[in-house]
């Protein structure tokens, strides 16, 4: 059975600081998904990591994706308040199905000023 | 290009009624998948239709059903609800290449 576990769950960081959430599955896919949440909204996708070793940036925002390690990571450089939200990994799962998206628990991220 | 669109937006049920959402793709996207968010259990994956077939379908017991239409619009129906089906349900379309999921805004469903 496939499982994703993110750490930290709980992350509570000064404007300006930079840090890591750790992304880790427990069997081989060739997926893996960031998506972010603010409260009350729906899922925004920020990246998709298809091979190992891929990395990919979008502002402040940088993950990359290990597959033999099975390990992806979201690093955040020099945050920002609008940073404040719940990000979610997710892994494909099984049989090639476009669906079928195994999450995280999520971390809910604070930026303070 | 239009998003993902959910309907309804909120619900409040009872318990022991049934209740049918509805989710229309993003143009061309084939594949239209479920999710339940809740508190406890976070996001959970309820099943996933392609070409009006379903091809993959979670750990949810069988009151939970969907379908999809020839234009890949998708509902899911609950019957027999109960307090714990009070949740946000997500759904989400890919295309056939990336495999990228969007999401809709989501139904808000409480039961009462």
């Known amino acids: 059975e496939l499982k994703v576990e993110q750490n930290p769950l709980f992350l509570s960081m000064q404007e300006g600081k930079n840090y890591t959430i750790y992304c880790n599955y427990s069997?081989?896919?060739?997926?893996l998904y960031w998506y972010r949440q603010d409260p009350g909204k729906s899922l925004e996708s920020l990246f998709v990591?298809?091979?190992?070793?891929a990395v990919k940036q979008e502002g402040r925002l940088m993950a990359s994706l290990d597959t033999k390690a099975r390990l992806s990571t979201l690093h955040i450089t020099a945050a920002v308040h609008d940073l404040s939200a719940t990000y979610f990994c997710?892994?494909?799962?099984?049989?090639?199905?476009?669906?079928?998206?195994?999450f995280g628990k999520g971390t809910k991220l604070s930026v303070k000023p | 290009k239009a998003g993902v669109t959910q309907t309804p937006r909120y619900l409040i049920k009872t318990r022991g009624q049934q209740v049918t959402l509805s989710c229309s793709p993003i143009s061309g996207h084939r594949s239209v998948s479920w999710y339940q968010q809740t508190p406890g259990q976070g996001l959970q994956f309820l099943f996933e239709?392609?070409?009006?077939?379903?091809?993959n379908k979670g750990n949810f017991p069988g009151r939970f059903s969907g379908r999809q239409f020839s234009n890949s619009r998708s509902e899911m129906n609950v019957s027999t609800l109960e307090l714990g089906d009070s949740a946000l349900y997500l759904c989400?379309?890919?295309?056939?290449?990336?495999?990228?999921?969007?999401f809709g805004q989501g139904t808000r469903l409480t039961v009462v």
């Open positions: 990591l298809l091979s190992n070793g």
């Open positions: 069997t081989t896919s060739d997926r």
């Open positions: 239709y392609f070409s009006e077939t379903q091809r």
């Open positions: 997710a892994v494909g799962g099984h049989g090639g199905s476009q669906g079928n998206l195994i």
């Open positions: 989400a379309s890919s295309s056939t290449t990336l495999g990228e999921a969007f």
